[in-house]
């Protein structure tokens, strides 16, 4: 099977707080073939994805919602949202590491 954007499988790739100590990623996909091909894939893993933002695979939950085609981490920020240092109060923009995965 030949790899496929993530970005080419779903309609919308989000992150946003989950509260001021965590972080979510929310993935939707555009139908079940791309969802079922993500939540198989070892590239979505709770490892690899954790890898990607520097977390503790411990620290981190995947939750794969099969009625609305959609995969949605949560994991712990790096600094609570807005204290000295936070560069994304809402944490909007964390989704990025995500754009570039194939599976």
Do not use: E, W
Not at 34 to 55: K, T, W
Not at 71 to 98: N, W
């Amino acid at each position: 099977m030949p790899a496929l954007a993530l970005t080419d499988l779903v309609h919308v790739i989000r992150s946003k707080n989950a509260g001021p100590n965590l972080l979510t990623l929310d993935l939707f996909f555009r139908d079940r073939d791309g969802y079922q091909r993500a939540i198989q894939s070892p590239q979505l893993s709770v490892a690899s994805v954790a890898l990607m933002y520097g977390c503790a695979q411990a620290l981190m939950s995947r939750y794969d919602m099969a009625d609305l085609r959609a995969i949605k981490f949560t994991l712990p920020r790096a600094v609570c949202a807005g204290s000295p240092g936070d560069g994304d109060v809402y944490g909007a923009q964390q989704h990025g590491p995500l754009l570039g995965v194939m599976l």
